[in-house]
């Protein structure tokens, strides 16, 4: 039955044991209140069915008009567009990102992997997520960009002033000086790729951020303030939701030593095991979107203008559209999650992460079979985007 609710704060998107855990919460959410009003959030929207009929009515749905949320200036592109404008965005961008080739990148994704590898080889411990789940898709995005790689800390701050300013900040979402520091950071995002785009202005170069400089779309080159917009998007998404897919994927492996075996004795699973992780995880809990006009879903009415949050994590639970979710099963043929989001804008580099994830996850095993997290130790995650904080894994000695 579905219901309008109200609660207050923000405490049930934020707290530990959801970020942590989010299964149960979900359920909670399906079973109370699928399209629940929560306040200072919005609409939160927990079943499969609703969530997907929200993903794919972008004339009521509108992503355009949750732009500024990041305290960007214009819409992220093509994030923030609504088609039909949405449309030639993505035809553009969709062919960088496209299943051959970002296939023919493995081959230097897997080195990246072993060299990473190599750096910690023959240690018992590390830290998971400073010495490979964050350089490693990072560096991936930034090649692909053509930036430094030496400014890799620089650009992380900078996605994390974002994304999760509160972290740094050390007070709340919506506090006015999380908020100045996220404007902050967002004019910081524009002037450094202002430089950026200058320096190819004067010097082209084999990379992503060259090819804008010589897109077109309809006759039409892309303006300076398109190629920012896109490069925005790209710093924020290209260097987290990998990382933290990573966190998510192996925080689950480390306690599942069936599952390590069943990857390291037949590499074969691993694309099975990656979408399942896809669906069960959902490192990107949930995504935004507004309403265009006064509407009602799931019996319950949308106000115009007011930001409805679907759940991807819990549609992708839902026992009344999933067979046997609640188990984590490597055997379904068609596993069709909402792990990189659906409709106009589902995820556009989801063929990029799928390669780095499958590569990942059958290098590491070639050279790591045995792991876990360090005895002790609760991993602490953040929330919208489940990136663990930290992350110590205890490896076998001399496991190769």
């Given at each position: 039955m579905?219901?309008?609710?109200?609660?207050?704060?923000?405490g049930?998107?934020?707290?530990p044991?959801?970020?942590?855990?989010?299964?149960?919460?979900?359920?909670?959410?399906?079973?109370?209140a699928?399209?629940?009003?929560?306040?200072?959030?919005?609409v939160?929207?927990?079943t499969?069915?609703?969530?997907?009929?929200?993903?794919?009515?972008?004339q009521?749905y509108?992503?355009?008009?949750?732009?500024g949320?990041?305290?960007?200036?214009?819409?992220?592109i093509?994030?923030?567009?609504?088609?039909?404008?949405?449309r030639?965005?993505?035809?553009?961008?969709?062919?960088?990102?496209?299943?051959?080739?970002?296939?023919?990148?493995?081959s230097?994704?897997?080195?990246?992997?072993?060299?990473?590898?190599?750096?910690?080889?023959?240690?018992?411990?590390?830290d998971?997520?400073?010495?490979?789940?964050?350089?490693?898709?990072?560096q991936?995005?930034?090649?692909m960009?053509?930036?430094?790689?030496?400014?890799?800390?620089?650009?992380?701050?900078?996605?994390?002033?974002?994304?999760r300013?509160?972290?740094?900040?050390?007070k709340?979402?919506?506090?006015?000086?999380?908020?100045a520091?996220q404007?902050?950071?967002a004019?910081?995002?524009?002037?450094?790729?202002?430089a950026?785009?200058?320096?190819?202005?004067?010097?082209?170069?084999?990379?992503?951020?060259?090819?804008?400089?010589?897109a077109e779309?309809?006759?039409?080159?892309?303006?300076?303030?398109?190629?920012?917009?896109?490069?925005?998007?790209?710093?924020?998404?290209?260097l987290?939701t990998v990382?933290?897919s990573?966190?998510?994927?192996?925080?689950?492996?480390a306690?599942?030593?069936?599952?390590?075996?069943?990857?390291?004795?037949?590499?074969?699973?691993?694309?099975?095991?990656?979408e399942?992780?896809?669906?069960?995880?959902?490192?990107?809990?949930?995504v935004?979107?507004?309403?265009?006009?006064?509407?009602?879903?799931?019996?319950?009415?949308?106000?115009?203008?007011?930001?409805?949050?679907?759940?991807l994590?819990?549609?992708?639970?839902?026992?009344?559209?999933?067979?046997?979710?609640?188990?984590?099963?490597f055997?379904?043929?068609?596993?069709?999650?909402?792990?990189?989001?659906?409709?106009?804008?589902r995820?556009?580099?989801?063929?990029?992460?799928?390669?780095?994830?499958?590569?990942?996850?059958?290098?590491?095993?070639?050279?790591?079979p045995?792991?876990?997290?360090k005895?002790?130790?609760e991993l602490?995650?953040t929330?919208?985007?489940?990136?663990a904080?930290?992350?110590?894994?205890?490896?076998?000695?001399?496991?190769e």
């Amino acid at each position: 039955m579905t219901q309008e609710q109200d609660l207050s704060g923000l405490g049930l998107l934020a707290a530990p044991e959801l970020t942590r855990n989010p299964q149960p919460t979900y359920k909670m959410l399906r079973d109370s209140a699928p399209v629940m009003r929560v306040d200072g959030i919005g609409v939160l929207v927990s079943t499969w069915e609703l969530v997907d009929e929200v993903l794919h009515s972008p004339q009521l749905y509108s992503s355009a008009l949750t732009s500024g949320i990041l305290k960007n200036e214009r819409p992220l592109i093509p994030l923030q567009i609504d088609p039909p404008e949405h449309r030639k965005f993505r035809k553009i961008l969709d062919p960088l990102f496209a299943p051959k080739r970002m296939q023919a990148l493995e081959s230097s994704i897997a080195a990246l992997v072993n060299e990473l590898v190599d750096g910690f080889s023959g240690r018992d411990e590390i830290d998971f997520v400073k010495e490979f789940s964050v350089p490693f898709p990072t560096q991936v995005f930034l090649t692909m960009l053509g930036l430094p790689l030496d400014e890799l800390p620089t650009l992380l701050t900078m996605k994390d002033g974002i994304i999760r300013p509160h972290e740094l900040v050390g007070k709340p979402l919506g506090h006015p000086d999380t908020d100045a520091y996220q404007a902050a950071t967002a004019q910081s995002i524009y002037s450094y790729f202002t430089a950026t785009i200058e320096q190819r202005k004067r010097k082209r170069r084999d990379d992503m951020l060259s090819w804008f400089l010589e897109a077109e779309i309809d006759g039409d080159r892309l303006t300076s303030d398109e190629i920012l917009d896109i490069c925005f998007l790209f710093l924020i998404a290209g260097l987290d939701t990998v990382s933290a897919s990573l966190d998510c994927f192996f925080s689950y492996l480390a306690q599942h030593p069936e599952v390590r075996k069943a990857i390291a004795d037949d590499p074969k699973n691993i694309p099975f095991v990656v979408e399942e992780l896809l669906r069960w995880e959902t490192p990107v809990m949930a995504v935004a979107r507004a309403a265009k006009h006064d509407t009602e879903l799931g019996g319950c009415p949308i106000h115009a203008g007011e930001q409805v949050l679907v759940m991807l994590g819990s549609a992708n639970t839902d026992e009344t559209s999933i067979i046997d979710p609640e188990s984590v099963r490597f055997d379904r043929n068609l596993n069709r999650h909402l792990g990189f989001g659906g409709g106009v804008h589902r995820c556009l580099g989801s063929h990029l992460a799928r390669v780095e994830l499958r590569t990942a996850l059958r290098v590491w095993h070639e050279r790591i079979p045995e792991y876990h997290i360090k005895p002790g130790v609760e991993l602490d995650f953040t929330p919208g985007v489940r990136a663990a904080r930290t992350f110590p894994m205890v490896m076998q000695t001399g496991a190769e």
